[in-house]
């Protein structure tokens, strides 16, 4: 899916091309930024992501452009595993710090558009995911820069994820279909790593391109939200928002910003709801090939009512009918309250967490025994126990994890920054 990017302001023209890069950027934002933010854990006045950047220890390792090269076998097609506005995702293997051991799998993503934005994009990447820290967000290892005179060249070395993103699994048949549990555990994650950003830093981060491709899944397809080039510092206080440029994904960005420009952490929780009927319809955003009452997902849903007899007909079938109904009602409910018009009406992302943690124990409860779920009928009372080898297994397992995650309802953790010490950057 497209990014749009609509530009209010001019500075770009008076910018040069090859830009600047991390030390003169932080300049310029740290002037701008004595905040102070409404954070749950902010006491003093907190600093800006520069200037935690400068602060904090991310150890983020600096590449040369010739070791990523090898890395990726000079950018072989054959290593190629995405694509996306920013550009081309190379898997590759990268020597361990201490140069011994075997090579450390990573994703190497590399800017292929030359230009400002594209170096903005890449600052804000390394700024944020250089102080953020959270098992739901993807981790940065390192990245390079260098300015030749053929132009930029700037790069990202993540962790690797295996298991590609939540949009490959909801919407490309070449994957088998997630089950519901994976569902809700992925979007629970997701929630997680966007109450941290929102509310548990000493500022607050808006993310800003909440969608299914930026979830990105690890090998035991826990959610880590990737993509950080659109996000931005919360507003200052005493400001309600952020007047920015409109930048985003259509299909997921808030109509309220879309018209005003003003950002808030609102905006991402609209787009989450936008991902929450992804999951339940296995129906993207937007989706041009269908008839025109079901292009836009937001507007089908809306004839099919969480509390109405027909909702059940929205859900993905190829889920085949291995879901709890009560479940998909909730997450509908829950969807539509981030879905309203007036942002300031809509959950907090740790409301959102909390609501998720309760739908998932209340899931496992009623799996185990006997096991329940829907039969594509109307109501509860049509929910049926699913007979089948391993189900008693996979709830026993499932069980044994959800005891675990509702030791936390009702208190998100409370995750603050460790000094460690400062990443370098040249
Ligand atoms: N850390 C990673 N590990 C493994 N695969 C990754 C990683 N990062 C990205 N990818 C793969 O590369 C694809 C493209 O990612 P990218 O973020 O560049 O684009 P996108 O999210 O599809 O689009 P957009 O540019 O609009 O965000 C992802 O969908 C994923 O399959
Ligand atoms: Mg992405």
């Known amino acids: 899916m497209k990014c749009f990017h609509y530009f209010k302001d001019r500075s770009r023209s008076r910018l040069q091309k090859s830009a600047p890069i991390l030390n003169n950027q932080s300049k310029t934002d740290t002037s ?18 520069p200037e935690l950047y400068e602060e904090k220890a991310q150890n983020l390792r600096v590449f040369t452009f010739s070791e990523l090269k090898q890395a990726t076998n000079n950018f072989s097609r054959l290593l190629k595993i995405g694509e996306g506005g920013f550009g081309s995702v190379y898997k590759g293997g990268i020597k361990p710090v201490e140069g011994k051991g075997d090579p450390i799998v990573v994703a190497i993503k590399k800017l292929n558009r030359d230009g400002y934005q594209g170096h903005k994009q890449w600052v804000a990447e390394v700024h944020f995911l250089g102080v953020v820290e959270h098992p739901n967000l993807v981790k940065l290892i390192g990245y390079c820069a260098v300015d030749g005179e053929r132009g930029i060249q700037r790069l990202l070395v993540y962790e690797y994820m295996p298991n590609k993103s939540l949009e490959d699994h909801l919407f490309h048949k070449d994957y088998p279909p ?15 790593g966007l109450a941290y950003l929102h509310e548990e830093l000493e500022i607050q981060v808006i993310y800003r391109d909440f969608k299914s491709s930026n979830v990105l899944l690890d090998d035991k397809f826990k959610a880590k939200l990737s993509d950080f080039g659109l996000a931005r510092e919360g507003p200052k206080a005493g400001h309600s928002h952020v007047s920015t440029a409109v930048v985003g994904t259509y299909g997921y960005a808030a109509p309220d910003y879309i018209e005003t420009g003003h950002l808030t952490s609102k905006s991402d929780v609209w787009s989450f709801g936008v991902v929450l009927y992804e999951i339940l319809t296995g129906r993207r955003s937007l989706e041009r090939d269908r ?12 004839q099919y009512p969480a509390e109405s007899r ?26 539509d309250s981030c879905l309203v018009k007036s942002a300031k009406d809509r959950p907090r992302m740790s409301k959102v967490v909390e609501t998720l943690k309760q739908i998932v124990v209340q ?7 006997p096991m329940k779920y829907a039969d594509g009928a109307e109501d509860e009372e049509n929910e049926h126990p699913v007979k089948g080898v391993g189900a008693s297994e996979s709830a026993k397992r499932r069980m044994a994890h959800l005891a675990k995650i509702s030791e936390h309802i009702g208190g998100v953790s409370r995750r603050r920054f460790m000094i460690m010490h400062r990443a370098k950057v040249t």
């Open 310 to 335: 027909k909702f059940g007909m929205i859900i993905d079938s190829r889920l085949e009918n291995q879901y709890s109904i009560s479940a998909a009602r909730k997450i509908a409910k829950l969807a």
């Open 291 to 302: 008839p025109k009452s079901e292009q836009k997902l937001l507007e089908w849903v809306k």
């Open 363 to 369: 899931v496992a409860a009623a799996e185990s025994p």
């Open 32 to 49: 701008e930024a004595q905040r102070v933010i409404k954070s749950s854990c902010s006491a003093t006045s907190p600093r800006s992501i």
């Open 178 to 192: 997630l089950s519901w549990d994976s569902r809700l555990q992925i979007v629970l994650g997701a929630a997680e």
